[in-house]
């Protein structure tokens, strides 16, 4: 099946720095990423699509100048917090589609965990 | 706007034991319906899918039936292995392809 691959699985890093996560399709070209993020014991929240190609479509209430989010090709779509605080410590979740099957029928990444001190 | 609510875990059971895992929804129109997994250390997997009401869903022994009149999709399984320890999330996806998923539910099979 589809796999998805984000990098790093966990980091750690200073308030006040940017971190930067990878998102790619291993064995297909996925023209839509969605950028998720999980808090302990909640939902997923969906905060940004993007397609390759254009800029991204955040959702309500993201903060775009803090999360970039670049997909400059169909394999890979990359998510930038600058200049990260304590409470942007969160698991974020990638996940890619592709023309082939219904939008809806995404692949996930295994997430990567972000904690700022 | 719409929502997945989910049943609380976390839920431990025995091997060969029934799982039911509650999921009701509110949305406008006719979402389709989900439930992802996720096992340890991996990423979410479609488990199944139902796309209009009445729809019954089922993968690896998991069922789960659209019904529009309860706004239910709850999952069902008649005997579980440990190998289904994992967290299960339910989610909806209206008209277009954005996914909400409820909270998730963790299932530990005990041997």
């Known amino acids: 099946g589809a796999v998805v691959s984000q990098h790093p699985s966990w980091v750690i890093c200073k308030s006040g720095t940017s971190v930067k996560i990878e998102c790619r399709s291993l064995?297909?070209?996925?023209?839509?990423m969605f950028w998720y993020r999980q808090f302990p014991k909640q939902s997923l929240m969906l905060m940004a699509t993007?397609?390759?190609?254009?800029?991204?479509?955040?959702e309500q209430g993201v903060e775009k100048d803090k999360f970039l989010i670049n997909h400059a090709s169909l394999t890979l779509s990359t998510l930038t917090v600058t200049s990260a605080h304590p409470e942007d410590s969160s698991f974020y979740i990638c996940?890619?589609?592709?023309?082939?099957?219904?939008?809806?029928?995404?692949?996930f990444g295994p997430g990567t965990r972000l904690t700022v001190l | 706007g719409d929502s997945v609510t989910q049943m609380e875990g976390p839920v431990t059971l025995s091997e060969e034991a029934f799982l039911t895992i509650n999921c009701t929804y509110t949305?406008?129109?006719?979402?389709?319906l989900f439930w992802y997994v996720q096992y340890p250390g991996e990423g979410l997997q479609l488990l199944l899918k139902?796309?209009?009401?009445?729809d019954k869903g089922s993968n690896k022994g998991f069922e789960a039936t659209y019904r529009k009149e309860t706004t239910s999709f709850h999952l069902e399984k008649g005997s579980v292995q440990v190998s289904d320890s994992a967290v299960y999330f339910c989610?909806?996806?209206?008209?277009?392809?954005?996914?909400?998923f409820g909270a998730g539910t963790t299932v530990t099979v005990r041997a």
């Open positions: 949305a406008t129109g006719y979402p389709s």
């Open positions: 993007s397609n390759e190609g254009s800029k991204a479509t955040y």
């Open positions: 996940s890619a589609g592709f023309r082939e099957l219904s939008y809806n029928e995404q692949f």
């Open positions: 139902a796309t209009k009401a009445d």
């Open positions: 989610a909806l996806s209206p008209y277009d392809y954005k996914l909400s």
């Open positions: 064995d297909f070209q996925a023209t839509t």
